[in-house]
């Protein structure tokens, strides 16, 4: 009977422990969704055969160097970015460093590598959009083909919460339209 | 008449028509008198415990699959419930059965097998839900972890077996991610107690056998993916010695019964020794390993060198120490595939130092005919077919490396399998003279 009990009681143990992991990922990123503070960062262009990964929109943003001061990093090193606006509304980041700064909004990163000119390009921590996998093809395309440089003044954006460095994607869009919403109003492409 | 006697009867028909007890007619007529032997109640337990286990996961992802179909019109806080569903569902049900259904073995299996799946489905429908980056290696880590301990809470195989299957795939991912794949021994020890206690408890049963046939994949190809890269050229040792100790692993009263669990070691180990010697008969990998061999591999640090070596070390100690007392325990038919280890540290040593690769060449074709040549001798002697088969398949598997050998010249090919087939003809013709001098032997 003791060895029995010894056994409900581990058991028990586990199915806490295997609750409190997701519900973990779940707390952290509900509270930054409600909570964190919201930025607008653009997306850059991506190979379209690398688009799409099963459900989800493989994301490149624009955004992804900032200036540092004197520091040396290396590749793969924890960093934060401060975030700054640009007139448009859109986030960029300004300076980075090895701690988090004193004040303002800031995202932890890593760092991809560093260039000849006090600048570092970063590793974002966030990748991809999850969609529904009937609506993907045309996401796939209106993304691609918004994507690309000089040839539409669309805007293409991933709306981002972010609390204490910590970023959740809240929707991607194109020209103000959530991406979902956006392929169901387009007609396919010929 | 009761079951388990019909049972006994068609069991000892065979033993009894090659004793020349019975004719083999006769034992056809007793089979067809009692009827087919009744399924034996360790199969109908193995069946329902099958049954048990697909029924649980086909109904875990069918209610997946039925939700997935509206999740673009649910709402996070929605999608959140769904996807941790499967996980409390699976929890409900291993409770159930440590509580009231202990000693169902269906049961502890089939809800240890759902939990497992659930854990994983729960946290890759969360990762969807919340946008979360794709880290597969990462992902499986955190599944493991969470799933290992249920093997010894419920006493379910299929959680090892699952966590055995999944921890080479792991370790490779650690590989090419840099991380370091030294990582799976730690995470091997995790499920090992739990294995080797099972497999001891009922050495000849069906679990012991998967438990056995997973852990020795595991083992090899962990080993491989951990160790190997830091040993280069010297990995070729690493690989003769682990497939010399699987072959050699064998319990005290094999001659009776061999232990299920010492099956898949010794096939993996017989195969492996297979390969590996057909490879090291072409000189091309000799001149291969002579030209790239170091005894101080490039290793990533000291520590990964040092535990590649220390793994070479215990392999081939093992093996020498299985070696031993298989001949102390008088199974001399194992002395030639036990030498393997030995063989190659000598050729590999004599090529590194004088540039020849004929010798090694000529050993280990010498070896592999050896091998298949005793495994048909032992295989006729003791009337197992199985083995002669396997020696045939040895000694062809040479002949067709040598007819596709371009190193070796039409004549010197065509010669030695002409000496060859004439001394397999002689065999022949030297055994049929025998069995047909032997006393009671037909005319």
Same mark, same amino acid.
């Given at each position: 009977m003791k060895s029995r009990a010894l056994v409900l009681t581990a058991f028990a143990a586990l199915v806490v422990v295997q609750l409190a992991v997701p519900a973990s990922m779940i707390v952290k990123r509900e509270s930054t969704l409600?909570?964190?503070?919201?930025?607008?960062?653009?997306?850059?262009?991506?190979?379209?055969?690398?688009?799409?990964?099963?459900?989800?929109?493989?994301?490149?943003?624009?955004?992804?160097?900032?200036?540092?001061?004197?520091?040396?990093?290396?590749?793969?090193?924890?960093?934060?970015?401060?975030?700054?606006?640009?007139?448009?509304?859109?986030?960029?980041?300004?300076?980075?460093s090895a701690a988090p700064p004193d004040s303002g909004p800031y995202l932890a990163m890593k *760092?991809?590598?560093?260039?000849?000119? /006090?600048? !570092?390009?970063?590793?974002?921590?966030?990748? #991809?959009?999850?969609?529904? @996998?009937?609506?993907?093809?045309?996401?796939?395309?209106?993304?691609?083909?918004?994507?690309?440089?000089?040839?539409?003044?669309?805007?293409?954006?991933?709306?981002?919460?972010?609390?204490?460095?910590?970023? *959740?994607?809240?929707?991607?869009?194109? /020209?103000? !339209?959530?991406?979902?919403?956006?392929?169901? #109003?387009?007609?396919?492409? @010929? | 008449m009761s079951?388990?006697?019909?049972?006994?009867?068609?069991?000892?028909?065979?033993?009894?028509?090659?004793?020349?007890?019975?004719?083999?007619?006769?034992?056809?007529?007793?089979?067809?008198?009692?009827?087919?032997?009744?399924?034996t109640p360790q199969r109908r337990g193995a069946a329902i415990i099958v049954c048990g286990v697909l029924g649980a996961l086909l109904i875990g992802l069918g209610i997946v699959l039925v939700l997935a179909h509206n999740w673009a019109e649910l709402t996070r806080p929605m999608r959140t419930v769904i996807a941790l569903a499967p996980l409390v569902i699976g929890q409900c049900a291993a409770g159930f059965a440590l509580v009231a259904r202990r000693g169902s073995v269906a049961w502890r299996e089939s809800s240890g097998a759902f939990l497992v799946c659930a854990?994983?489905?729960?946290?890759?429908?969360?990762?969807?839900?919340?946008?979360i980056p794709g880290n597969l290696e990462s992902f499986l880590f955190t599944c493991m972890l969470l799933a290992i301990p249920l093997a010894y809470l419920l006493d379910a195989s299929l959680v090892a077996i699952l966590f055995l299957a999944v921890l080479p795939f792991w370790?490779?991912?650690?590989?090419?991610?840099?991380?370091?794949?030294?990582?799976?021994?730690?995470?091997?020890?995790?499920?090992?107690?739990?294995?080797?206690?099972?497999?001891?408890?009922?050495?000849?049963?069906?679990?012991?056998?998967?438990?056995?046939?997973?852990?020795?994949?595991?083992?090899?190809?962990?080993?491989?993916?951990?160790?190997?890269?830091?040993?280069?050229?010297?990995?070729?040792?690493?690989v003769a010695a682990l497939t010399t100790a699987y072959y050699l692993v064998h319990t005290a009263d094999d001659a009776e019964r061999p232990a299920a669990w010492t099956w898949p070691f010794r096939l993996i180990g017989a195969g492996g020794q297979i390969v590996l010697a057909i490879i090291l008969t072409y000189g091309g990998a000799w001149r291969e390993l002579a030209r790239e061999f170091s005894l101080f591999p490039d290793a990533a640090d000291w520590l990964e060198g040092l535990i590649a070596w220390a793994a070479i070390l215990a392999l081939f100690a093992l093996s020498a120490g299985l070696l031993l007392r298989a001949?102390?325990?008088?199974?001399?038919?194992?002395?030639?595939?036990?030498?393997?280890?030995?063989?190659?540290?000598?050729?590999?040593?004599?090529?590194?130092?004088?540039?020849?690769?004929?010798?090694?060449?000529?050993?280990?074709?010498?070896?592999?005919?050896?091998?298949?040549?005793?495994?048909?001798?032992?295989?006729v002697q003791e009337n197992r077919l199985f083995v002669v088969n396997w020696g045939i398949l040895i000694v062809a598997a040479?002949?067709?490396?040598?007819?596709?050998?371009?190193?070796?010249?039409?004549?010197?090919?065509?010669?030695?399998?002409?000496?060859?087939?004439?001394?397999?003809?002689?065999?022949?013709?030297l055994w049929l003279r025998r069995k047909g001098n032997a006393p009671g032997a037909a005319t």
């Open positions: 409600r909570t964190g503070e919201r930025f607008l960062f653009k997306t850059a262009p991506i190979d379209p055969y690398d688009a799409f990964r099963g459900r989800y929109v493989w994301l490149s943003f624009e955004a992804a160097t900032a200036t540092i001061s004197g520091e040396t990093f290396e590749s793969g090193q924890r960093i934060y970015a401060s975030i700054a606006t640009d007139d448009e509304g859109f986030a960029y980041f300004s300076t980075a *760092v991809s590598y560093t260039g000849v000119d /006090d600048t !570092v390009t970063l590793q974002w921590p966030l990748d #991809r959009f999850y969609m529904d @996998e009937h609506l993907a093809p045309e996401a796939e395309r209106a993304y691609f083909e918004m994507n690309r440089a000089d040839e539409t003044e669309t805007d293409v954006y991933a709306a981002v919460r972010i609390k204490n460095g910590f970023p *959740v994607i809240e929707n991607l869009f194109i /020209d103000d !339209v959530p991406i979902a919403e956006y392929v169901q #109003r387009e007609p396919p492409a @010929e | 079951k388990s006697p019909i049972a006994w009867l068609h069991a000892e028909l065979p033993g009894l028509v090659a004793a020349g007890v019975l004719a083999p007619e006769a034992a056809d007529r007793l089979r067809s008198h009692y009827g087919p032997a009744p399924e854990i994983a489905v729960s946290i890759a429908l969360i990762g969807q839900t919340y946008h370790a490779g991912m650690r590989l090419e991610s840099r991380d370091g794949a030294l990582a799976f021994f730690p995470m091997a020890l995790l499920a090992a107690p739990y294995a080797v206690a099972a497999v001891f408890r009922r050495p000849h049963g069906v679990k012991a056998f998967n438990l056995a046939l997973f852990g020795a994949v595991a083992l090899a190809a962990g080993l491989h993916i951990a160790v190997a890269p830091a040993l280069d050229e010297l990995g070729v040792i690493l001949v102390l325990a008088q199974r001399y038919w194992k002395i030639v595939p036990g030498l393997l280890p030995a063989l190659v540290i000598f050729c590999l040593a004599y090529v590194s130092l004088t540039d020849d690769d004929l010798l090694p060449v000529v050993v280990f074709n010498a070896f592999i005919l050896t091998l298949g040549i005793a495994a048909i001798a032992y295989g040479l002949v067709t490396a040598r007819f596709f050998d371009s190193d070796m010249s039409f004549v010197v090919r065509g010669v030695a399998f002409i000496v060859l087939g004439s001394a397999f003809l002689a065999v022949n013709v």
